[in-house]
T-cell receptor
C-alpha cells in the first residue's frame, strides 16, 4: 500500500458526460501528479500541483482540468468525454517539488470507460 | 524533449533465468533514473532508482547502473521467479532546471516467468 488513495476505482460513463476523479496523497506529501495510461499512448504526465498551486502541465487536454485543495487532496475533472478518453488515470504524490530525486508514490488508479 | 526507450517485449523466461531489460534515455539536463513495476491490476511501485552517473540502484535482486556515457539504465536480475511476472517501466525525472519533476516513462516491458 503506497498510502495514496484514489476514488472511484472504476467509472463507466457515456460520451459527452463529465466525471471527477479524486486523489488523496500520502500524509505529508505536498506534490500531486496526474498521469494517464492508455494502450496507444502509454503513461503520460498530465498535470502537477504543489501545495495548492499548479506547477506544470503536460499533455492535458483543454477539456480536462484539475485542482488541489487546502487539505492537499486533488481532483481531476474530465468533461465532454470521448471514447478515446477511456484509460487508467493514476495519481502520484511526492514530498515536494524541489528535487527530481524524490520518489513518486502511485495510487491504484481509476479505470475510466467511456461508452 | 526528454524521452525513454525500452525494449517492449513481451519477454518470457523460465524460472531462475537471467533477465535483462534494456533502457536508454534522452534528456536535456541531469536526470534521475527509475525502474517502476506494475503488477496486474495494481498501481506502479518504485523498484529502484539512481540519481547520478555510475550510481547503481538495487532492490529485491534487481539492479541497474546509471551509465551517462551510453545514456542507459538497463535492468538486470540474476535469477527470476514466477512472482516477478509484471510490467516494468523505465522512467526519468529531469532536474536540470525549473521545478517540474514529472516522470517520463518508456512504453513498458511485459515479463512473464514460467515455472
Amino acid at each position: 500500500d503506497s498510502g495514496v488513495t484514489q476514488t472511484p476505482k472504476h467509472l463507466i460513463t457515456a460520451t459527452g458526460q463529465r466525471v471527477t476523479l479524486r486523489c488523496s496523497p500520502r500524509s505529508g506529501d505536498l506534490s500531486v501528479y496526474w498521469y494517464q495510461q492508455s494502450l496507444d499512448q502509454g503513461l503520460q504526465f498530465l498535470i502537477q500541483y504543489y501545495n495548492g498551486e499548479e506547477r506544470a502541465k503536460g499533455n492535458i487536454l483543454e477539456r480536462f482540468s484539475a485542482q488541489q485543495f487546502p487539505d492537499l487532496h486533488s481532483e481531476l475533472n474530465l468533461s465532454s468525454l470521448e471514447l478515446g478518453d477511456s484509460a487508467l488515470y493514476f495519481c502520484a504524490s511526492s514530498v515536494g517539488g524541489t528535487s527530481g530525486h524524490n520518489e513518486q508514490f502511485f495510487g491504484p488508479g481509476t479505470r475510466l470507460t467511456v461508452l | 524533449g526528454d524521452s525513454v526507450t525500452q525494449m517492449e517485449g513481451p519477454v518470457t523466461l523460465s524460472e531462475e533465468a537471467f533477465l535483462t531489460i534494456n533502457c536508454t534515455y534522452t534528456a536535456t539536463g541531469y536526470p534521475s533514473l527509475f525502474w517502476y513495476v506494475q503488477y496486474p491490476g495494481e498501481g506502479l511501485q518504485l523498484l529502484l532508482k539512481a540519481t547520478k552517473a555510475d550510481d547503481k540502484g538495487s532492490n529485491k535482486g534487481f539492479e541497474a547502473t546509471y551509465r551517462k556515457e551510453t545514456t542507459s539504465f538497463h535492468l538486470e536480475k540474476g535469477s527470476v521467479q514466477v512472482s516477478d511476472s509484471a510490467v516494468y517501466f523505465c522512467a526519468l525525472s529531469d532536474h536540470g532546471g525549473g521545478s517540474n519533476y514529472k516522470l517520463t516513462f518508456g512504453k513498458g516491458t511485459l515479463l512473464t516467468v514460467n515455472p
